[in-house]
């Protein structure tokens, strides 16, 4: 549609330069940061800018310059508080560093869906594409695709020949675990999260690890979807141990360790509704610290991602590929943090455990 003729001009890098009495390169100079500009010049030119309101024209930045400052996000799952908050620092932090998001949210992580993914943000211009998927087909078919910049992953399980950045899973699992049987339980029971998720085989694997270390039994996974429903259900099972244990009570559970908070939410009012308080009788830590854990009944034990610090690193890391920083598969490991709260207080008596 043509502009009317009375709608106001938008101004132009000709009408900052005469504003700010300076040449139209030095105006370029000062938009590209260009270090030969004395700080003077620099304010003068900004405030001419802010005066008239200027907006570079980034369609015609890219022309001249090939550089589209524009980064693609795949995104899967992310109703779900891990996968949303890193997608949220993902955001943050390319605006920090001066780039926009082109983002593609998948329902299902089939190779054609992700094939039409990369064929948008390749004509939307992205620069690289950081892929948010824990689900270890959906790494491999990223791996299969043939693409005309970096690919980074966030909590891709680092088993093929991709750039990632991920939590340190094991360790988090372990800390908690290893909190757990301090407290005094003779060993702790696990509810794990769906098979085929980097998270979950993490977190699954440094349980085992912490048990198998002390010489604790290894009892029998239980498995949810990371839903509450899923950790009600196992929470139900788990409450049906409880009442069928021996009568030394050496195979009744008193701790367990859940996958995710959400999981954990479930699992508390399973054991409440059968008359099961924790942590008196059964204590319960879960993994993620999102932000409702400190007030669950009671304030919940966990594991605390750093959610920002993951988006930073994705974009760091796939930057420094776009950049020619980087040019292997590199791997960036970010540390979890145990918050230990009323959900796991010490046993009284360790030896009735």
Do not use: C
């Amino acid at each position: 549609m043509p502009r009317p003729a009375d709608a106001p001009k938008a101004p132009t890098m000709a009408d900052v330069a005469h504003e700010a009495g300076v040449s139209h390169q030095t105006v370029s100079r000062v938009l590209s940061d260009h270090p030969n500009v004395r700080e003077a010049t620099r304010v003068r030119v900004n405030e001419a800018i802010a005066r008239l309101g200027y907006r570079r024209n980034s369609a015609a930045r890219a022309l001249v310059t090939r550089r589209t400052h524009t980064l693609g996000v795949i995104a899967l799952n992310t109703a779900l508080h891990g996968p949303a908050s890193i997608l949220a620092g993902v955001q943050e932090a390319s605006r920090d560093r001066g780039y926009v998001v082109a983002t593609v949210t998948l329902r299902t992580a089939t190779p054609t869906a992700l094939t039409q993914a990369m064929d948008h943000l390749t004509a939307w211009g992205v620069e690289g594409v950081i892929a948010l998927t824990s689900q270890q087909e959906t790494v491999r078919a990223l791996a299969a695709l043939r693409t005309p910049f970096p690919v980074v992953t966030v909590e891709g399980g680092r088993r093929l020949d991709l750039p990632d950045v991920s939590l340190d899973q094991a360790l988090g699992a372990r800390m908690v675990t290893e909190h757990l049987l301090a407290a005094g339980h003779r060993t702790v029971w696990h509810v794990a999260g769906p098979r085929d998720w980097a998270e979950s085989e993490g977190r699954t694997a440094g349980w085992e690890s912490a048990l198998r270390a002390a010489g604790a039994p290894v009892p029998q996974v239980l498995r949810g979807d990371w839903s509450p429903l899923s950790g009600y259900r196992a929470g139900q099972r788990l409450a049906g141990h409880a009442a069928a244990g021996g009568q030394d009570g050496a195979d009744r559970p008193t701790a367990v360790f859940v996958a995710n908070d959400q999981m954990a939410l479930g699992v508390l009012r399973a054991l409440r509704e059968a008359g099961i308080r924790t942590p008196e009788d059964v204590a319960v830590a879960g993994f993620d610290d999102i932000p409702e854990a400190e007030f669950f009944p009671p304030p919940l034990t966990t594991v605390r991602q750093d959610f920002g610090a993951i988006g930073r690193g994705g974009v760091a890391l796939l930057l420094d590929h776009i950049e020619g920083r980087a040019t292997g598969t590199e791997f960036v490991t970010v540390q979890p943090e145990l918050i230990a709260r009323a959900s796991t207080a010490r046993r009284r008596d360790p030896a009735s455990s």
